[in-house]
């Protein structure tokens, strides 16, 4: 994002038809029961692709920290890393409703706060506060994603675990008793 001009209204108006687009996706495929792996394993992909290079840009601005910034990324990174795993072991993670609260408290935020910077800085305490939602719910819906997936692993390795079977041996006149009737 450039500054100066109608820059501003620019780079809003890419950046939410880019995530009005990655939403209607996601809904038609549901629709028209057209979900994919692929499908599943790229959204997300497209979604951090998007909302970190916007983060990423608000803090070369100077209107994030980065280290908010840090931690939104560093989850997206942990959560993709995760999913790999999962996928790995023959599981799928899709998005949970914490982590699709967190992408809509992402796409408000940049925007309000892409719109503070000359535009509307009345906007800028709304975009402080979407700006920690945003780290909260990044933070809650990564744990979820963890808990989740680790309870789900858990409930396979009982499933696999072998059983114990204790054959007990007889004793000695059972024994001798099985002998002499073989005979």
Do not use: C
Not at 48 to 66: E, M, N, R, Y
Not at 122 to 133: D, Y
């Amino acid at each position: 994002m450039t500054r100066g001009g109608n820059m501003d209204l620019w780079a809003v108006g890419v950046f939410l038809i880019a995530a009005v687009t990655d939403l209607l996706d996601g809904y038609l495929a549901r629709k028209r029961g057209q979900i994919t792996t692929l499908g599943i394993l790229l959204d997300p992909i497209a979604d951090k692709l998007l909302t970190s290079a916007a983060f990423i840009s608000l803090t070369w601005l100077h209107l994030v920290p980065a280290w908010m910034v840090v931690v939104i990324v560093g989850r997206e990174f942990a959560v993709s890393g995760l999913r790999s795993i999962a996928s790995a072991e023959g599981f799928l993670v899709e998005a949970s409703d914490l982590g699709k609260t967190k992408m809509v408290f992402q796409v408000v935020a940049i925007t309000v706060i892409i719109l503070q910077d000359h535009r509307f800085p009345a906007l800028q305490p709304l975009g402080q506060v979407l700006l920690w939602m945003v780290v909260l719910f990044a933070v809650a819906s990564a744990l979820q994603y963890f808990w989740n997936f680790w309870k789900s692993l858990d409930e396979r390795v009982k499933r696999r675990a072998p059983r114990r079977v204790v054959v007990m041996e007889p004793d000695e006149k059972e024994q001798e008793e099985k002998d002499v009737a073989a005979h």
